[in-house]
């Protein structure tokens, strides 16, 4: 997988990488294909991972979806760009261990959507987030409102995605979006961290209750809403 790698760490964390940093990790048509496969891979590992952390190579998470697809003579149809990035979200959704995104940079679009597809966000102080969307000509896509709105609430979902404003990581903290924010130079730490503090607990326990709770969550507002 040239775009997308995949690293373990001991018997109990992987950590996919997103790794297009010419780009800040922009999500092409192969991207998407190479992070679904990346998630089916550490699924497959089933009770022998507790954390999945999803990164970015590089100065930036992701900026969301390569804007060279939305050319008319891209060669990728739009069905299919839709079809991919959902499939990446339910292969998220399915991995067993706790998923955490690191965030640092950039995290726009479609980044915002695959950062809402982890269980637990960390960002870099001076992480910014936007959703251009609108301005673009395009809607959110793979059942992305959904997501934001059981994220961020609906209100300040509703707004971001509009007005298309940017928003710091201080914001998203506020809105609940976010576990934690830290500076930039203790954001690999932070994670270290978090990580050793998850992989301590007992797997079973780990994934039953981070089970219980997207059941919950998705019966308040199902992640497949739209497209």
């Known amino acids: 997988m040239d775009e997308v790698s995949i690293s373990y760490c001991g018997d109990f964390q992987a950590t996919i990488t997103i790794e297009r940093p010419d780009t800040l990790n922009s999500l092409a048509a192969s991207t998407l294909t190479e992070l679904a496969r990346a998630a089916a891979e550490v699924s497959a590992r089933g009770d022998s ?7 970015g190579r590089g100065r930036a998470f992701s900026s969301g979806l390569d804007l060279s697809m939305l050319e008319p003579d891209c060669g990728v149809p739009v069905r299919a760009i839709v079809r991919g990035g959902q499939t990446v979200m339910d292969a998220f959704d ?10 640092r940079g950039a995290v726009v679009g479609g980044g915002v959507v695959l950062a809402s597809a982890c269980d637990l966000r960390i960002a870099a102080e001076d992480t910014y987030f936007a959703l ?19 994220e961020l609430g609906p209100s300040l979902a509703r707004e971001l995605a509009l007005t298309c404003r940017p928003f710091t990581a201080q914001e998203a903290k506020a809105a609940g979006f976010l576990t934690r924010v830290v500076p930039e130079g203790e954001l690999d730490d932070a994670v270290r961290e978090l990580a050793e503090t998850l992989c301590d607990k007992p797997v079973r326990p780990l994934q039953a209750v981070k089970r219980s709770i997207a059941e919950a969550v998705e019966v308040m507002t199902p992640s497949r809403t739209g497209s």
């Open 49 to 55: 991972l507790k954390v999945v952390l999803l990164r």
């Open 132 to 150: 251009p969307e609108v301005d673009l000509g395009v809607p959110i896509r793979w059942g992305g409102a959904a997501r934001l709105v059981r």
């Open 94 to 103: 399915a991995i067993p261990a706790v998923t955490v995104a690191v965030l």
